[in-house]
């Protein structure tokens, strides 16, 4: 059978890394912190900013917060800026190309871990607000929890379902269990999460590692 005869598929994407890079929109957060502090403290932190990243300082906002001179009670307010926020990312040329195809001929979902308002916001900056989506938060469910992919398999039956996402701790066990294909997408070295898989199960494994979205019109057979 081939790619154009599975009419009857449905592709379940992971957000995070798999549709564009996570860095990008930590970078955009940060930013509008960094807007939000100079308009109250009247301190440019753009390029502190950079050279925190730069040493990968682990508590970016109360480091933002003490180049400022404001007290570090403030960065629970920082991080709802944070997470708040209309991020400035963008799908890149491949990914537009690789989603427009998938979506002439599939049905396609998105299916994310993170908070609801953050992730949607994500999705709109993306322009995705049409696909369906399935929220860790609005679920109650984490990956690798196999609630909301039961949840797709009911609301969107089909013959065969595929799953694409980059993060092997978490995102492939329950879509294996449940007899989904399975796709890893290589990090090129500015994913959030680690793809080291020593010592993981085999249950934790993709069907296939890939290096850009576009190779599963090609496995999917």
């Known amino acids: 059978m081939t790619f154009h005869e599975l009419s009857d598929t449905v592709f ?44 990968n300082e682990r508590d970016v906002l109360g480091a933002l ?38 979506r002439e001929r599939y049905r396609v ?17 993306l322009g995705l607000t049409d696909i369906p989506v399935y929220i860790s938060e609005e679920y109650a469910s984490e990956k690798p929890e196999p609630y909301r992919f039961e949840l797709i398999m009911k609301e969107m039956p089909a013959s065969r379902y595929a799953y694409v996402g980059d993060n092997p701790k978490k995102d492939f066990i329950a879509p294996n269990t449940l007899g989904w294909l399975t796709f890893c997408l290589r990090d090129k070295g500015k994913n959030v999460h680690s793809q080291e898989t020593e010592g993981m199960d085999a249950k934790q494994m993709p069907n296939f590692w890939i290096d850009s979205l576009d190779e599963t019109l090609g496995l999917v057979c």
């Open 109 to 125: 979902a998105i299916l994310t871990d993170g908070r609801s308002v953050t992730q949607r916001q994500k999705i709109k900056a």
């Open 12 to 55: 379940v994407l992971d957000l995070d890394d798999t549709l564009y890079p996570e860095i990008d929109y930590q970078t955009s957060g940060y930013l509008e912190v960094c807007r939000w502090l100079e308009e109250i403290s009247g301190i440019g932190l753009a390029q502190d900013l950079l050279s925190l990243r730069e040493r």
């Open 65 to 102: 917060c003490e180049l400022a001179a404001l007290p570090l009670g403030i960065k629970e307010s920082l991080l709802w800026i944070y997470r708040l926020h209309l991020p400035k990312i963008s799908l890149s040329v491949s990914v537009t190309a690789f989603l427009q195809i998938l």
